[in-house]
């Protein structure tokens, strides 16, 4: 089972950009927002894991 842990960089409209945090990487991954929780804003942290993205307190 993988976890990946991320940021949200930026939000345009139906989808947002994320970094990778647990990783020396400046690669983008572009998300759908409908797979993201409703709550993110930009500097969200992000866990994902079993496909679902969780965010950290």
Do not use: C, H
């Not at 990783?23 to 929780?37: G, I, N, Q, T, W």
Request: aromatic share 10%; glycine share 4%; net charge negative.
């Amino acid at each position: 089972m993988n976890t990946f842990y991320y940021e949200v960089v930026s939000i345009d409209g139906d989808y947002a950009n994320l970094k990778r945090t647990d990783v020396e990487s400046e690669e983008l991954k572009l998300v759908a927002r409908a797979l993201l929780p409703a709550e993110i804003t930009e500097g969200t942290k992000l866990k994902y894991e079993l496909m679902q993205y969780e965010i950290l307190p």
